[in-house]
């Protein structure tokens, strides 16, 4: 059992910053008015300052789950698994809920929700992921070049403050998470070798610095510039000083342990996980917005408790949701499943490991390959039937937009293709229990279908 996934401290930690990204997300990207002003004054400062306290919030997720994992090498690949099965399935239930409630659906939000990395859904989280996937070779390489490494994330996390362009592409999110988990790893690497007291007066030195700057930031705008054009360059999630700011905050609480059962901890992370998960989802963000839009006119007491009181029915509704997938993953043993096949053995090296991951990988697609040739097939006729029933190439399904027929099939059409897969699936399967004949039924079945 991993004793670092122990420490209730970090994984409570995990939830706060959760909230506040949740609540980033929902007040101010919903465009309150009073941040339409354009003037250098005490109110101005104040929103800047506020508002870094709640980006701060990504920046703490992922360093923190970096901490956590780091001491974790053998169950990384088991972890970022199964980790982005939760995001799909989270992703995907909101959508059902969603679409449930508005009777709005959209096949663009469905495959953002199945394929989140390719569709770049959750930049954030698939970075992370990707950091996990990459932990035994960053563990590796830590002996041999710590140095090296720590210069390079330095560098990295310095440098777009500084020139103050987007040199490593962080606004797509998967190479910031990524590069924030590594910072988290690093982190646990070499925390023993600080002190408590250095801990807290860097926080304190890094605090004070952040208020100052961001909040002088309007001031030095308006002085170059002549207008607030740069008032909120350190008013950001990859501003050095607020990801350094983060990491010794995570670090502080990462010394001041207090062990519970390995389960509660768990539990606790995958609900700081889905809030995530939610709050990156942006359909179901637009909805809470407009939501928000009607009251958000200014900042009040009421408006900040009727923001926390949605994100608090969320953490709820999440909690909820944790227990019943949760409790599905133990009763089928899913989570033990991928956990026998992913970790890397105490006696296994990385080389052995791989081997035998990509062994096991082409021995479940020889053991599939009927099953998935007959899915195949599926998809094909599915594709094929929607052609034939047009006689040009192209296709006009209204006055102003025309698609070549296969794109439209492919792409905009793509729903109803799968639908017709799973159709054609399961009369193949029907065909396949009455006479028990795999070619005939695949025959019989891709006939009738064509006719």
């Known amino acids: 059992m991993n004793k670092e996934r122990k420490n209730i401290g970090l994984a409570m930690l995990l939830i706060f910053s959760s909230l506040l990204v949740c609540l980033d997300r929902i007040f101010w990207q919903s465009s309150p008015d009073i941040l339409i002003n354009d003037k250098v004054n005490i109110q101005q400062s104040l929103m800047q300052i506020y508002h870094a306290s709640t980006l701060i919030g990504i920046d ?107 040199i490593f592409g962080f606004a797509n999110g998967t190479v910031f998470g990524y590069i924030l988990v590594n ?22 030195l890094l605090l004070l610095t952040n208020i100052i700057v961001i909040s002088l930031m309007p001031e030095f705008s308006k002085a170059v510039h002549n207008d607030l054009s740069t008032a909120g360059r350190f008013t950001n999630s990859a501003s050095a000083l607020l990801i350094l700011l983060a990491f010794y905050v995570v670090l ?20 700081a996980w889905a809030l995530l998960v939610i709050s990156n989802n942006q359909t179901l963000l637009n909805k809470l917005i407009e939501y928000n839009r009607k009251t958000a006119q200014s900042v009040t007491r009421w408006i900040l408790a009727k923001d926390i009181k949605e994100i608090l029915w969320l953490m709820l509704i999440v909690i909820l949701s944790n227990f019943v997938v949760l409790g599905i993953g133990k009763l ?31 021995s479940w697609l020889k053991a599939h390959q009927v099953y998935l040739a007959t899915i195949a097939w599926g998809y094909f006729l599915a594709i094929f039937s929607f052609l034939m029933m047009n006689t040009k190439w192209t296709v006009a399904p209204n006055v102003d937009v025309k698609y070549n027929i296969l794109t439209y099939t492919i792409g905009v059409r793509q729903a109803m293709v799968l639908v017709n897969t799973i159709i054609f699936l399961l ?10 004949r795999y070619w005939f039924s695949t025959i019989v079945s891709s006939l009738l279908w064509i006719i």
């Open 427 to 436: 009369f193949l399967k029907f065909i396949f229990s009455l006479t028990n």
């Open 60 to 166: 703490i997720f992922a360093i923190g789950i970096g901490f956590l994992l780091q001491g974790s090498e053998n169950k990384s690949w088991s972890s970022a698994i199964k980790y982005w099965m939760y995001t799909i399935f989270v992703g995907t239930l909101g959508l059902l809920v969603l679409t449930l409630f508005s009777r709005e659906f959209s096949i663009v939000d469905l495959y953002n929700m199945l394929f989140p990395f390719v569709r770049n859904t959750y930049g954030i989280l698939s970075g992370i992921v990707l950091g996990m996937l990459t932990l035994p070779l960053f563990n590796k390489g830590v002996k041999k070049y710590e140095n090296i490494i720590k210069l390079s994330l330095l560098l990295v996390i310095i440098a777009p403050t500084i020139f103050n362009k987007d």
């Open 183 to 204: 910072l988290g790893f690093y982190g646990n690497y070499i925390k023993s070798k600080l002190s408590v007291k250095k801990v807290v007066t860097r926080i304190i």
């Open 332 to 362: 089928t043993g899913i989570s033990q499943k991928i956990s026998g096949f992913y970790d890397i053995k105490a006696d296994e090296e990385l080389s052995q490991f791989f081997y035998r991951i990509t062994n096991g990988i082409k």
């Open 252 to 271: 502080l609480v990462s010394k001041t342990k207090v062990n519970v059962k390995s389960n509660y901890v768990d539990f606790i992370i995958y609900t």
